[in-house]
């Protein structure tokens, strides 16, 4: 059988350690590869009108062109706000608010404002609730970076360029920036506070399928959580983000200050019992399919893409998740053995769905992977299937009105209704 051509803008031990271990060829981007794994730079050069490439049908690249509809932090607000106004449009049951106002199922990312564009919104929900934090987040950068957290509007003024007048400016004038009420309240495992990082591995957005790894992982604080104001500076206590923890003087290169998604499961079983974790993974699930549900009208779907996400999720001590932001580049960089171990498993489960094992690339293939190749990979949603159980359901229905039995469709939400 030919050897598979693969391209790689990254150095990454865990990339290229799987791609020798397949025997594969590398060749530079330019040739003709089969697998390609670029960097977020390189994507736009792909696919751009002037200079993109024409790609055929055995060729795959590891982001779709408008990946940011999800992983920008504006943009993926934006896209969420926008969905539940249609499904709100259209009647639909998901849409269902409550007597305050809050949507009932859809409440899944904290509130959140653009600056400099929503400012005078901000400041009107900052004078209703002036006991609130606040955490200011630029856009475009990732691993903590440019992130502080706010409660009085003068520092927000001070921080601005022109701190005199009523008009928000950032610092640097290209630079947009959301600013999110601070989850206050996180539940805290030994005092503190921790996210979630999950990798969701998208193949195709219409129809949408979508899959889960079970080995994702809990990043926690070096220092004891403390809402206290005077402590909203102290990074090492409001931000999981490994690239600032690790400076800390107390952070473990042992183990990284990372649990797996199975302890955190199995400590929340323990203490709050099997039917309150459930229901909180159950949430999870619902969230992340909705979020992809929300961009799927906007990103490209182009068939040559898949793309592994890294959820970032935070619990509250309700026992609710929050969903902060979607990357579409999680680090791969090895922070200890069994990071290195976990991180090389993911890429190897990512390629064997995507291209299964003794099979040519193909992106005219869309069948579901034999579940030898989901490796650690749970079938999340699967838009094709779900719409024939609909059908289903739907036949059922009607022949229980037939024959006078009660129909098995219910309008309402259900703990299998995101499936």
Not at 29 to 49: K, T
Not at 180 to 192: Q, T
């Amino acid at each position: 059988m030919a050897k598979l051509r693969y391209a790689c803008d990254q150095d990454k031990s865990v990339l290229m350690n799987n791609f020798e271990a397949r025997g594969w060829i590398q060749v530079n981007p330019e040739d003709d590869f089969n697998f390609y794994w670029a960097n977020v730079q390189n994507i736009r050069n792909i696919f751009s009108i002037e200079s993109g490439y024409r790609l055929s049908d055995d060729q795959f690249i590891n982001h779709f062109p408008n990946h940011m509809e999800l992983t920008r932090k504006d943009l993926m607000v934006k896209n969420i706000k926008r969905y539940r106004k249609e499904l709100e449009k259209e009647g639909s049951p998901l849409a269902e608010k409550d007597e305050n106002g809050r949507f009932v199922h859809l409440d899944f990312i904290p509130q959140t404002f653009m600056l400099p564009s929503d400012y005078n919104l901000f400041v009107e929900e900052f004078r209703k609730n002036p006991n609130t934090t606040w955490i200011m987040k630029p856009c475009g950068k990732a691993r903590g970076i440019g992130i502080f957290l706010v409660n009085k509007l003068s520092q927000l003024k001070k921080w601005s360029r022109d701190g005199k007048t009523n008009v928000f400016t950032p610092p640097t004038a290209k630079e947009t920036y959301v600013i999110s009420k601070y989850i206050d309240n996180p539940l805290l495992i030994g005092g503190k506070k921790f996210d979630l990082r999950l990798y969701v591995l998208v193949t195709s957005f219409k129809p949408l399928k979508c899959y889960m790894y079970k080995l994702g992982f809990c990043r926690f604080c070096t220092v004891k959580y403390n809402a206290n104001v005077n402590e909203l500076d102290n990074m090492f206590v409001h931000l999981t983000n490994v690239s600032i923890q690790k400076q800390g003087e107390d952070y473990n290169s042992i183990h990284g200050g990372k649990w797996t998604v199975q302890n955190l499961r199995l400590f929340l079983e323990g203490t709050r019992g099997k039917e309150i974790a459930d229901k909180l993974f159950d949430e999870i699930n619902w969230l992340t399919v909705h979020s992809l549900k929300a961009v799927s009208g906007c990103i490209s779907n182009d068939r040559h893409c898949f793309e592994c996400y890294g959820y970032d999720i935070i619990i509250d001590d309700n026992l609710k998740p929050w969903l902060i932001e979607v990357n579409a580049s999680p680090s791969l960089t090895a922070t200890t053995s069994s990071d290195r171990i976990m991180k090389y498993k993911l890429i190897s489960d990512c390629i064997n769905i995507v291209i299964p094992p003794g099979e040519l690339p193909d992106v005219r293939w869309s069948r579901i992977p034999a579940k030898e190749n989901l490796g650690s990979f749970d079938i999340l949603y699967d838009e094709e299937l779900a719409q024939a159980d609909i059908l289903t359901q739907e036949i059922k229905s009607r022949v229980g009105q037939a024959t006078g039995t009660r129909g098995a469709r219910d309008s309402k939400r259900t703990t299998s209704t995101w499936k």
